[in-house]
């Protein structure tokens, strides 16, 4: 098993084909909790209608199985608090030309 430390650094493989950022450094995801049950991980994306949120979805759960090693991978999109480019790390602000 893993712990949410790894989960967080497997996820930077997941890459928002739209921004070319990882799901972490642009703050997408919300949270992740690991127990018996599986891991579960709450993430959102960059706006509502957003198309790429089952690309995503599929990414997030193939990624965390392969590390893990546990089937029990389930990750679903939330929308509170809606995202906003204060969530994103210094790096990819930087990498998109916000403010630091």
């Known amino acids: 098993m893993i712990d949410k430390r790894q989960a967080l650094k497997t996820l930077k493989r997941v890459i928002d084909p739209e921004m070319g950022i990882n799901v972490v450094d642009l703050g997408l995801i919300y949270g992740i909790e ?3 049950g599986g891991i579960q991980v709450e993430f959102t994306l960059t706006y509502p209608g957003c ?45 998109l030309g916000y403010p630091i």
């Open 51 to 95: 198309p790429i949120g089952p690309e995503l979805q599929r990414a997030i759960v193939r990624v965390l199985r392969e590390t893990s090693g546990n089937d029990q991978v389930d990750a679903r999109i939330v929308w509170e608090p809606l995202w906003g480019p204060e969530r994103m790390s210094e790096e990819a602000r930087l990498t």
């Open 34 to 36: 690991i127990g018996q």
